[in-house]
């Protein structure tokens, strides 16, 4: 079994920072795409950010500029820190990984439980 644990999410005003990290453990042999994405009540969960192994990043249009998606293998850890937070970026952050648990297995995709991040304005 494959867990994602997120943490960092709370309550800010409008203009501070948060960072979020997510941590991967259990079976797992390779870990490839690692992302954030985020749903807001009432609408579909969407795109925050992703980094793949080599460190190329993919960013919403909406965080661009504010968001810096990283990661550390070494810890199988993904952070992403949160600049310049605006009140639509109220929602639940999820954590995403594309996680290998053994050679012979193909790649599956794991879910976070999700962390709630809320700005105020």
Known sequence: QV???ESGGGLVQAGES???SCVAS???FSINVMGWYRQAPG???ELVATITTAGNTNYADA???RFTISRDDAK???YVQMNSLKPEDTAVYYCNAEVRISRRYAVDNYWGQGTQVTVSS
Do not use: A
Request: glycine letters at 12%.
């Open 76 to 78: 199988n850890t993904v």
């Open 43 to 45: 609408k579909q969960r």
């Open 18 to 20: 948060l960072r979020l």
């Open 26 to 28: 259990g079976n797992i």
């Open 63 to 65: 965080v661009k500029g």
């Open 3 to 5: 867990q994602l644990v």
